[in-house]
């Protein structure tokens, strides 16, 4: 008869009462990296779930003019000059899809804290209320008072005065921009006249919620400032909302903010405020 | 049970595999699903929060642990597998596992205090007062609370017996079992049948008063040489039965018969009386509750089939009518028991291997067990443990009518939505059906487990003789090894004290 003998069997014999080191060095081992193995399996489960709810932290720091303002991922290295300010101008900005605009559900995550907008100075005598200070968040507040003023009714021609009112010579012209093209386009899509005032019971309205800065140059006195709101446009009672940014170029001249000459900025990263596509451009919610 | 509506041929019992405790979750058992809630969420949030690809991946983790946790693999999902693993590695670790009597290592304790290993621990052995003329060792379970006693049976077997017959047994087993439900005192009932490997003490006793001096050579030589071909090959079986009774169900009566262990004894020989009438129904020649001195020897040739023939040359030269001289039931465990491998149990040089049997879907006949007690190799020896317990009317009406809850929750979710339900489904569904209407028709619900057990000397080889063991249920019960159970499993399978038993437990209670 074949003698496979469990080995066990044989030990028992020459080691009475005792089990043998060996079976309880193995039992040792065997519990050792099954409790290894479950807790690696806890942690990292734990670890997993943790990272799910508290999201990815943006890290990066990047030399700025004001790093309490420095928005998340765009650099240009920020020089002097006109061709520092053209890079920083035409630095593409984060490409989002056109759904992105549509309300969905808000982020839990931010891209920074909250921005302080100071209040103008200058409220009458002019279109767009202007007397801001000479920091990045007066560039973002002068730009805000712009957008407030520019788009009320989604009509080109009061986005043209707005803008033409607050533009240096040599910037470009306001039928040209970005935000122009785009109102005539929604002019044109929904059947509205193409300027000048709405149908009765219809109303557009735009509403700053987030800006962010581009970038600054190392003098303090060019910035390309973003600011993101939320145009509500209201026709007999149905709402139809979505998020609606903008990006200028910013000068610094004299004792106000201007729209600065040379190339204009590009084209800004649209989307629904507070959601995530928008806290992964970088946007930045505004406190009064 | 149902019966195949054939005229001929011999009746067929069905619906025997019911598994106890299915769950009602899905199929899942509470745990089971709470755990597969659980390994889910993740793969939610993901979803909940727009993170598409950190939900699949979290959904492949889920898929995989829900495999784990469900998917059984010989009897037990892995989760269930690593927890018997770990309190297994646990028991060798701590030494809890390795057992040696205290007569092993010199201390002769008190005779009457019982010193066995593993689960046996937690039984006690008091001697009741007086019963036919001797004392009936009691076995009481202080872990359940339970009272019961032991009796010896001699049975001429059924294999020479007809379809008719056979028939007639297995309703006369069946009317017993209703009869003990009614009794409300003992509740449950394990026959125990296990081959003894004929050492032929007996017949060298016998001979020896029987010799004449004057006998010629040549007779004594040809005699001799029949007896080395023929004993060696020879295998006799014996059968017990235990009967038990919970501590609540014997309290009262107990009182009564003025309290103590004396009082519970009292309350259990009226029914030991019925359960005895009952057996010689099932053509039992004879019964015979054993004093602490029968149990100490059937539980010592449990471990140690070699001690029988001292014992039974012991009994034969001098005679011991009282068993008040024999073996106390401090010797009753084993010598020495290792630390239990993981597939096999070692004690006192014999090697054990231990199985479930579980019956089939296709239903059985009269007899079907038969094959595993056929010992293949003299020396061997087999082990075959059925254990009853018989629910009250109550219990039975509560535990059909969660049993058909649990199915029609799946069946009928399914037909409702338009799911096709399954063949198995469906069976299980009429099943429940049918048992309901048995209960409701005065009929007993009974629980059994079937254990059996595998014995042969360490030295030979014992995965070969499991694997014939295993050979000679294939096509009628399906065994399940039942590792790193092996100690436990081999108390169920081989001794007769009663254990083997789970007790009832419900997921929730209607």
């Not at chain 1, 000048?196 to 600054?216: D, F, H, Y």
């Amino acid at each position: 008869m074949a003698r496979l003998m469990n080995p066990d069997g044989r030990q028992m014999y020459s080691r009475p009462g005792r089990p043998g080191p060996g079976e309880r060095g193995r039992a040792m081992l065997i519990l050792g990296g099954v409790g290894v193995l479950l807790l690696g399996l806890i942690i990292a489960v734990i670890m997993f779930v943790t990272g799910m709810f508290t999201g990815s932290e943006t890290t990066g720091p990047r030399p700025s003019a004001d790093p309490m303002l420095s928005s998340p991922g765009l650099g240009p290295s920020a020089g002097s000059g006109p061709q520092a300010e053209a890079a920083l101008a035409q630095a593409p900005m984060l490409q989002l899809p056109v759904s992105a605009v549509s309300p969905r559900t808000l982020s839990t995550r931010t891209a920074g804290p909250p921005i302080a907008l100071p209040q103008p100075e200058q409220v009458t005598g002019s279109l767009v209320p202007t007397g801001f200070p000479a920091t990045e968040a007066g560039a973002l507040a002068q730009l805000v008072e712009l957008m407030k003023v520019g788009m009320a009714d989604a009509d080109p021609q009061t986005w043209a005065r707005a803008y033409d009112s607050l533009a240096e010579p040599g910037a470009l012209p306001a039928a040209q921009t970005r935000t122009s093209q785009d109102l005539v386009d929604l002019r044109r899509g929904s059947n509205m006249n193409p300027t000048g005032p709405l149908r009765s019971g219809m109303r557009i309205s735009w509403a700053p919620t987030s800006v962010m800065v581009k970038g600054t140059t190392d003098d303090g006195t060019y910035t390309v400032a973003c600011a993101l709101g939320e145009l509500v446009a209201d026709n007999d009672g149905r709402v139809v909302s979505f998020g609606w940014g903008n990006c200028l170029p910013m000068r610094r001249v004299g004792d106000q903010w201007r729209i600065a000459s040379g190339p204009t900025a590009a084209t800004a990263p649209s989307a629904w405020p507070g959601s995530d596509e928008a806290v992964s451009a970088g946007w930045r919610d505004i406190t009064r | 049970m149902s019966t195949a509506t054939g005229p001929v041929g011999p009746r067929v019992y069905r619906g025997l595999n019911l598994k106890e405790g299915m769950g009602w979750i899905a199929g899942m058992t509470p745990v089971q699903a709470f755990l597969v809630a659980a390994a889910c969420t993740p793969a939610l949030i993901a979803m909940s929060r727009n993170q598409w690809s950190t939900a699949f991946s979290w959904g492949v983790f889920a898929a995989v642990l829900v495999v784990l946790i469900v998917v059984p693999v010989h009897g037990r999902p892995a989760f269930r597998w690593l927890a018997d693993l770990i309190m297994f590695q646990t028991g060798v670790l701590m030494r809890w596992s390795p057992w040696q009597s205290r007569a092993a290592a010199g201390l002769a304790g008190d005779r009457s205090e019982p010193d066995l290993p593993g689960v046996l621990s937690r039984l006690e052995f008091p001697d009741g007062p007086e019963f036919h003329g001797s004392r009936i060792c009691l076995i009481h379970d202080t872990d359940q609370g339970r009272w019961g006693a032991t009796a010896r049976l001699t049975h001429s077997g059924v294999g020479m017996l007809s379809d008719d017959e056979c028939t007639e047994l297995a309703r006369r087993l069946g009317s017993m079992l209703v009869g003990l439900g009614h009794r409300e005192v003992v509740d449950r009932i394990s026959l125990l049948v296990r081959t003894v490997p004929d050492d032929g003490t007996e017949y060298a006793v016998w001979r020896e008063r029987h010799q004449r001096a004057d006998a010629p050579t040549l007779a004594r030589q040809v005699t001799t040489e029949i007896d080395r071909d023929v004993a060696s090959v020879s295998v006799r079986t014996e059968l017990f039965v235990t009967v038990s009774g919970t501590e609540d169900a014997l309290r009262r009566p107990a009182k009564a018969a003025g309290g103590g262990v004396a009082g519970r004894a009292y309350a259990l020989y009226r029914v030991l009386e019925a359960v005895a009438d009952g057996l010689r129904g099932l053509g039992v020649q004879s019964v015979t509750w054993l004093t602490s001195t029968g149990v100490a020897e059937a539980i010592k040739t449990g471990f140690n089939p070699a001690t029988a023939a001292s014992l039974q040359y012991q009994h034969l030269m001098r005679p011991d009518p009282d068993g008040s001289v024999g073996l106390p039931i401090s010797q009753a465990g084993p010598a020495l028991a290792p630390a239990p491998a993981a597939r096999a149990y070692h004690h006192d040089g014999f090697s054990s291997v231990s199985y479930a049997v579980q019956p089939p879907e296709s239903g059985t006949i009269f007899g079907s067990l038969g094959p595993l007690l056929a010992v293949r190799t003299a020396g061997e020896r087999r082990t075959l443990q059925i254990h009853y317990e018989i629910l009250s009317q109550a219990a039975a009406a509560r535990e059909v009518r969660s049993q058909r809850f649990r199915n029609n929750v799946l069946v009928d979710a399914k037909a409702q939505r338009g799911f096709n339900t399954t063949a198995v489904d469906t069976r299980r569904q009429t099943g429940a059906r049918e048992q309901e209407a048995a209960v409701a028709a005065g009929h007993a619900l009974v629980r059994f487990t079937v254990a059996s057990s595998l014995t042969v000397p360490a030295e030979w080889n014992l995965e070969d003789h499991a694997a014939r063991l295993e050979n000679d249920s294939s096509g009628r019960f399906r065994l399940l090894r039942l590792e790193l159970a092996q100690d436990s499993a081999f108390v169920a399978a081989a001794l007769p004290v009663g254990i083997g038993l789970p007790r009832l437990t419900r997921a929730f209670d209607s």
